[in-house]
T-cell receptor
């Protein structure tokens, strides 16, 4: 069965430090999507990225970057030069047919 | 453009009572999903509508939960009778093209059953 593991329950870093959130997944599908969502204190889930399993190129969007490695079934997320506004819970997720399987989330605290 | 809206944002009820949660998806989005997160656990899929039809309701925990989407617009999720373990945050999401497109989530409805 599909599974997403985010081993880091909670991380605290000082502002301006870089931080990487780990995500490991299990799937039997040959075609699938991987996602990252951010849940700020306001509660909504904010879409950050969707990656197709055929596209292993790393992606950078501003201070955010994602490292997809199929060989290790990982889809890690790095925030460079973190800011206090990055404090949130971050969820990694995996597609299973028409639904999304979420990891338990990593709570990130950026300390001023 | 309005996002996915959910109502109420927070509901506190007694065990055995009934609660109805409402979700208004983004206009034009045929795909509507319900997810929930109980305390300390993963966000879990409940069901998926395509227009007014239930595509997949395999995630519904039991028959105390009933979801409807009349006319393919807004959706309701009724819990009757509510139990303590139903407490959590219920998220609604909508998309234009299923998971190959972007899922837009609402802010969630927090349910507390006492």
């Amino acid at each position: 069965a599909q599974k997403v593991t985010q081993a880091q329950t909670e991380i605290s870093v000082v502002e301006k430090e870089d931080v990487t959130l780990d995500c490991v997944y299990e799937t039997r599908d040959t075609t699938y999507y991987l996602f990252w969502y951010k849940q700020p204190p306001s509660g909504e889930l904010v879409f950050l990225i969707r990656r197709n399993s055929f596209d292993e190129q790393n992606e950078i969007s501003g201070r955010y970057s994602w490292n997809f490695q199929k060989s290790t079934s990982s889809f890690n997320f790095t925030i460079t030069a973190s800011q206090v506004v990055d404090s949130a819970v971050y969820f990694c997720a995996l597609s299973e047919r028409w639904r999304i399987i979420f990891g338990k989330g990593t709570r990130l605290h950026i300390l001023p | 453009e309005a996002g996915v809206t959910q109502f109420p944002s927070h509901s506190v009820i007694e065990k055995g009572q009934t609660v109805t949660l409402r979700c208004d998806p983004i206009s034009g989005h045929d795909n509507l999903y319900w997810y929930r997160r109980v305390m300390g656990k993963e966000i879990k899929f409940l069901l998926h509508f395509v227009k007014e039809s239930k595509q997949d309701e395999s995630g519904m925990p039991n028959n105390r939960f009933l979801a409807e989407r009349t006319g393919g617009t807004y959706s309701t999720l009724k819990v009757q009778p509510a139990e303590l373990e139903d407490s959590g945050v219920y998220f609604c999401a909508s998309s234009l093209s299923g998971i190959s497109g972007e899922l837009f989530f609402g802010e969630g409805s927090r349910l507390t059953v006492l």
